[in-house]
């Protein structure tokens, strides 16, 4: 059975940004989750980004029986397609410091050389499994890019030194067929995001999916069954607790 997460930002963007994280990991504990996902980009002041705060917070996911991720929007190739050591430091301390179990970072302009060496060096040390993420930006959303980073990766001799998130949303901002996505990258896939879309063009917004939706249950067919999935859409913000309850034990049945 695979662990649920809920990422902060389904409880509300602005309420999160307003109350900290703090104010949500009791709710993610008590609707039964199993993980919870700090967000980088909602952390208002710098002080709370600060390592020592970070591992305070992460004490306080811990003391609730969560274990954590960490988002970060940093990429791991920067725009020359050349790997970003200092980004991927960075992402790496501070989640070392929230004990986080995934750090997951956008894929970024990756060209063709992984620069594998320079990965496995940098994140020996730590304890967070290094994972990124299909973005919905073209340069961090592209099926065949990912592709050849995991190749370039596996030509490098590091196959296994970088996982992936796959966001079953994101790939629609690309214009990639998420299905097709999940057939060549599932045995990378080591966390899932989990969402609905609706909209058009740069206009799409994510949604909570159907209980009894097809384009779900077919995703999750292909997909590892036993990696963590994380609610990463809006709860109805009228009954939060209730509707994180009913949302948990629906991605735990899916």
Known sequence: MADIVIVASAFGIEAVR????RTWV????????????????????????SLDALARLGAEIEERGLWTVYS??????????????????SAQAEADALGARFVKMQLGAFASYADAVNISRATAGGRTRVVVENGQRAADGSLARFVAFFAALEQEGAGQAVGMTFDIGNWHWT?????????????????IHCKGVAGSGMRRFATAPAADDPFIAALFAVLPRDVPRG??????QSD???????????????
């Open 18 to 21: 307003r109350s900290g994280h």
């Open 26 to 49: 009791k709710v993610a504990a008590d609707a039964g989750a199993a993980g919870f996902e700090v967000r980088r980009e909602l952390i208002a002041g710098e002080s709370d980004a």
């Open 72 to 89: 970060t929007p940093a990429t791991l190739y920067d725009e020359r397609g050349i790997l970003d050591a200092d980004a991927l430091a």
């Open 175 to 191: 214009g990639e067929l998420p299905l097709a996505a999940a057939r060549v990258l599932a045995p990378r896939v080591e966390y």
């Open 231 to 236: 609610i990463e859409f809006p709860l109805d």
């Open 240 to 254: 939060l607790a209730d509707d994180a309850k009913r949302r948990v034990a629906w991605l735990t049945a899916a």
